[in-house]
Nanobody
Framework: QLQLVESGGGLVQPGGSLRLSCAAS????????IGWFRQAPGKGREEVSC????????DYADSVKGRFTISRDITNNTAYLEMNNLKPEDTGVYYC?????????????????????WGQGTQVTVSS
């Protein structure tokens, strides 16, 4: 059974840092593209970062470029999202996704395609 478990969220002051982890079980992350999404209160879910299956394509939402870094450790079967210089608008529930057809860079999945493997999410709150 494919499972993703996020951790590392919490309350942090503006300008602070957090490192989110996404531990995978039941499959190898090395065969899947990885995405980090977030959902702020009252808003839709947005993709903040992605990494292609090969790891050669990495992309970030404009709002987090230069502050967030996506990575993965295939040996430990875990993906990460390093978040620096956090802002109040970064507040939300963060989810990781692993999918062979994850949108990343110039690649877009077929219309209507839905990602099946989501984690349960981890809350990030940026507030003074």
């Amino acid at each position: 059974q494919l499972q993703l478990v996020e951790s590392g969220g919490g309350l942090v002051q503006p300008g602070g840092s957090l490192r989110l982890s996404c531990a995978a079980s039941g499959f190898s992350l090395g065969y899947y593209a990885i995405g980090w999404f977030r959902q702020a209160p009252g808003k839709g879910r947005e993709e903040v970062s992605c990494m292609s299956i090969s790891g050669e394509v990495i992309d970030y939402a404009d709002s987090v470029k230069g502050r967030f870094t996506i990575s993965r450790d295939i040996t430990n079967n875990t993906a990460y999202l390093e978040m620096n210089n956090l802002k109040p608008e970064d507040t939300g529930v963060y989810y990781c996704v692993a999918d062979m057809l994850l949108a990343c860079g110039n690649y877009k999945p077929p219309d209507g395609y839905e990602y099946a493997s989501w984690g349960q999410g981890t809350q990030v709150t940026v507030s003074s």
